[in-house]
């Protein structure tokens, strides 16, 4: 059974079952939930969110699109 708080985030435990997923992608910084230590697993992801998180997975640091102009 998973603990108050099994990992990154308070409201994510080993009984998600994205648990593994969110704590793979936590580790890896790509996906930091709020500031307060939730991730609010049933709230949607915003576009910002998402273009953040595809950032960061791709190694992104912001000045791609600048180079090219």
Known sequence: M??????AFYDITSLNRAYKEITYL??????????NGYF???QPVTRAEAATMIGRAL????????KRL
């Open 2 to 7: 998973g603990s108050l708080h099994d990992g």
């Open 26 to 35: 936590a580790q890896g910084t790509i996906a930091n939930g709020g500031t």
């Open 40 to 42: 609010h697993p049933g």
């Open 59 to 66: 190694n992104l640091d912001g000045t791609q699109a600048e």
